[in-house]
């Protein structure tokens, strides 16, 4: 770790990150790595820290430090590491805010991600996801979305905020909405107001979802789709006739029939 050889420091480091140095052994050596001007052995040190167990202030810090000194391209995949080997350890989540506060809208949205799969307790979790939907980039707000109820936020206010997305004025946090509502309709018939709703969107998008997700989960909404359909492409209007054959059950080929012939 401590030769002048790139290529050597480079196996090192390669070679602590994938076994962990166990008993604390070379811990000092690759805090000084976290300093590196090289990138990758930045990523293999963090790593190797974190699979050795060091949780500690010093880590903590040096590990924010070795984030700072990375370029923006090289951060993703920094965060991604980190994630990858600090699973369960919440003395992680103060990095990750600092990410949630970078300039770039991409990595605050892969920085979402990576909370998640650090596996903490929603307590620790829900408040960054809460902040991330009110976020200015409609991607950073997709993720957040997409991920609530994944996070354990109570049903209630999954609901809250798939409405309050459905409001917005870009169209990727209104597709994010229904594509939740989609997952939680099948257990929740409050979902399916609000996807009845998102059949006036004028997003394509959104209305297909919204139309498919409704003849999956809600047969006697057939009617409701069909009448949506007035205006469609025909391809995508081909595609819910079938999915409604496909999906609805035995009232649904009847009432297509009738549409189609109307």
């Given at each position: 770790l401590?030769?002048?050889?790139?290529?050597?420091r480079?196996?090192?480091?390669?070679?602590?990150?994938?076994?962990?140095?166990?008993?604390?052994?070379?811990?000092?050596?690759?805090?000084?790595?976290?300093?590196?001007?090289?990138?990758?052995?930045?990523?293999?040190?963090?790593?190797?820290?974190?699979?050795?167990?060091?949780?500690?202030?010093?880590?903590?810090?040096?590990?924010e430090?070795?984030?700072?000194?990375?370029k923006?391209?090289?951060?993703?995949?920094?965060?991604?590491?980190?994630?990858?080997a600090?699973?369960?350890?919440?003395?992680?989540?103060?990095?990750?805010?600092?990410?949630?506060?970078d300039?770039?809208?991409?990595?605050?949205?892969?920085?979402?991600?990576d909370?998640?799969?650090?596996?903490?307790?929603?307590?620790?979790?829900?408040?960054?996801?809460?902040?991330?939907?009110?976020?200015?980039?409609?991607?950073?707000?997709?993720?957040?979305?997409?991920?609530?109820?994944?996070?354990?936020?109570?049903?209630?206010?999954?609901?809250?905020?798939?409405?309050?997305?459905?409001?917005?004025?870009?169209?990727?946090p209104?597709?994010?909405?229904?594509?939740?509502l989609?997952q939680?309709?099948?257990?929740?018939?409050?979902?399916?107001?609000?996807?009845?709703?998102?059949l006036?969107?004028d997003?394509?998008l959104?209305?297909?979802?919204?139309?498919?997700?409704?003849?999956?989960?809600?047969?006697?909404?057939?009617?409701?789709?069909?009448r949506?359909?007035?205006?469609?492409?025909?391809?995508d209007?081909?595609?819910?006739?079938?999915?409604?054959?496909?999906?609805?059950g035995?009232?649904?080929?009847?009432?297509v029939v009738?549409?189609?012939?109307?």
């Amino acid at each position: 770790l401590s030769s002048k050889d790139d290529g050597l420091r480079r196996c090192a480091a390669r070679a602590l990150a994938q076994i962990g140095p166990g008993d604390g052994a070379g811990t000092d050596e690759l805090l000084r790595i976290l300093e590196d001007d090289l990138p990758d052995l930045r990523w293999y040190a963090a790593v190797a820290l974190l699979r050795g167990g060091a949780k500690g202030v010093e880590a903590m810090r040096a590990l924010e430090e070795a984030f700072s000194r990375t370029k923006e391209m090289d951060r993703r995949v920094f965060l991604h590491c980190v994630a990858e080997a600090g699973s369960g350890v919440p003395e992680l989540l103060p990095l990750f805010r600092r990410a949630m506060e970078d300039a770039s809208d991409e990595l605050r949205a892969l920085a979402l991600m990576d909370i998640l799969r650090l596996g903490l307790p929603s307590e620790e979790v829900l408040p960054l996801l809460r902040r991330a939907a009110e976020d200015a980039s409609d991607e950073v707000r997709t993720t957040a979305l997409q991920n609530l109820v994944a996070a354990g936020l109570p049903p209630k206010e999954v609901l809250q905020a798939c409405e309050r997305a459905l409001g917005d004025e870009s169209p990727r946090p209104r597709q994010g909405a229904v594509w939740v509502l989609g997952q939680v309709a099948g257990k929740d018939p409050a979902a399916l107001p609000l996807l009845a709703r998102a059949l006036d969107d004028d997003d394509r998008l959104v209305h297909s979802t919204a139309a498919a997700t409704l003849l999956r989960v809600s047969p006697e909404s057939v009617p409701l789709v069909l009448r949506s359909m007035q205006g469609m492409e025909t391809i995508d209007a081909v595609t819910l006739v079938e999915s409604a054959l496909q999906n609805a059950g035995p009232t649904a080929p009847p009432l297509v029939v009738k549409a189609l012939e109307d």
